[in-house]
């Protein structure tokens, strides 16, 4: 199943149609935003900021996409610090990605595979009140299943979002709300058409106040972006973020209000990088977060149409 997943990444390089278009997106060229201390020339996915903005975490992999680690990084002395493992890290031989906090900042919840090596789980370890973290626990099924299981995203309401390629949904692989019920159980859905399809959806995250939703996907081309607006109990396609048409983009990050997006990309022989674009006007330009003189920065709008080189 972890072969699959390499196999799923690497194939979104592979070109078999033509990208769709960017709808009725902001024409916007991202722009790289990875803090020099941060990158490296392997892959860097998947951000995800603590609530206070001075801490990173996100997960690092060689270009064949067959070992995942989780970094963070604090921000000290006004920069970014050398990223390193967090202290609940598996083994070295364990497959860990995909990390994302909790709102109230008392959760991070990540993939591994450190229960079994046939697949990926969605795992959570505590954040006590002096910055500690405890020992990681592995969510039960349903939640978990004998398939792979991808980016969990905590939502306010204590709901959770990933992708799992767990047979039952619309496609090969799709994505799923968890509820929590109030005896400790779960009860999981695969999200409805038109987000899930007969292709592939396994990453995405939500805006805080749930009307945005960003979804990674592969509909026949390569693993691109697809952004979509809440329409009453639906959600209407508004679009594909107009990042490149030559490499997938993963791991997106929506800013609290929606409006800007975080994600990764391949950047020449940096490998993956994470990228910044604007999905509407009056984006909030002090997100993502600074660390010292580091600004946050502002994608530029194309007046070409352009996707960037």
């Known amino acids: 199943m972890l072969q699959a997943m390499s196999v799923l990444l690497i194939s979104a390089l592979a070109t078999t149609g033509v990208a769709g278009e960017p709808g009725d997106l902001p024409i916007a060229v991202p ?5 020099p201390a941060l990158s490296s020339n392997q892959y860097e996915s998947s951000p995800v900021f603590s609530p206070d903005g001075r801490e990173v975490f996100f997960f690092r992999a060689p270009p064949s996409f067959d070992r995942y680690r989780l970094l963070s990084s604090q921000c000290e002395g006004g920069r970014w610090r050398a990223p390193r ?19 109230d900042g008392t959760w991070l919840y990540y993939a591994s595979d450190r229960a079994s090596k046939d697949d990926l789980d969605i795992w959570r370890v505590p954040r006590h009140a002096d910055g500690r973290f405890g020992e990681p626990e592995r969510l039960p099924a ?15 309401d204590g709901r959770l979002l990933f992708g799992s390629h767990r047979p039952g ?52 081309t390569r693993s691109h972006l697809y952004v979509y607006d809440r329409d009453g109990d639906a959600w209407r396609e508004r679009g594909r ?16 209000d929606g409006r800007r997006l975080l994600f990764a990309q391949a950047d020449g022989d940096a490998s993956g990088e994470f990228f910044l674009v604007d999905l509407a006007p009056g984006a909030d330009l002090a997100w993502p977060p600074a660390c010292g003189n580091a600004r946050s920065g502002q994608p530029r709008s194309s007046t070409t149409g352009e996707n960037p080189p």
């Open 142 to 156: 349903p939640v978990n299943s004998p398939q792979t299981e991808l980016l969990p995203r905590p939502l306010p």
């Open 241 to 256: 973020v107009p990042a490149r048409d030559d490499v997938f983009q993963v791991g997106p990050l929506l800013s609290p």
């Open 85 to 103: 493992e967090p202290a609940f890290a598996g083994t070295a031989d364990a497959l860990e990605t995909d990390p994302a906090y909790s709102h």
């Open 31 to 35: 722009q790289r935003w990875t803090p």
């Open 169 to 220: 949904g619309i496609g090969g692989r799709d994505l799923y709300i968890a509820t929590p019920r109030a005896d400790g159980r779960w009860d999981v859905a695969p999200l409805p058409a038109p987000v899930n399809t007969a292709a592939d959806e396994y990453e995405a995250d939500l805006a805080r106040d749930g009307r945005v939703l960003v979804v990674v996907a592969n509909r026949g």
